[in-house]
Nanobody, 123 residues
């Protein structure tokens, strides 16, 4: 069974940077497409970024393009989300997701989800 554990969230100032990590266990990490989603209070969960089976196959939502970067390290079974120039509107619970069958950006493209890590951007 796939397990995903996120870490790295916290309270930061606008303009700061933060890196989220997500470790996959229970299965072979390199077999999974990995994604990051987020959910702000009172809003639906939305796509942030995803990386395919190869590290160069990346896609970022327009709202974070140029500020956030997704990456993966197959040797560490870990996917990262480097977040720069953070804004108050980036405040949300960030979720890691995994799927072995397809590369997608919809919630139902992913079978496995972590518990989430809170990111708060506030002065």
């Amino acid at each position: 069974q796939v397990q995903l554990v996120e870490s790295g969230g916290g309270l930061v100032l606008p303009g700061d940077s933060l890196t989220l990590s997500c470790v996959l266990s229970g299965r072979t990490f390199s077999n999974y497409v990995m994604g990051w989603f987020r959910q702000a209070p009172g809003k639906e969960r939305e796509f942030v970024a995803r990386v395919g089976w190869t590290a160069d196959n990346k896609y970022h939502a327009d709202s974070v393009k140029g500020r956030f970067t997704i990456s993966r390290d197959n040797a560490k079974n870990t996917v990262y989300l480097q977040m720069n120039s953070l804004k108050p509107e980036d405040t949300a619970v960030y979720y890691c997701a995994a799927d072995s069958r397809r590369v997608g950006i919809r919630l139902d493209d992913y079978d496995y989800w972590g518990q989430g890590t809170q990111v708060t951007v506030s002065s």
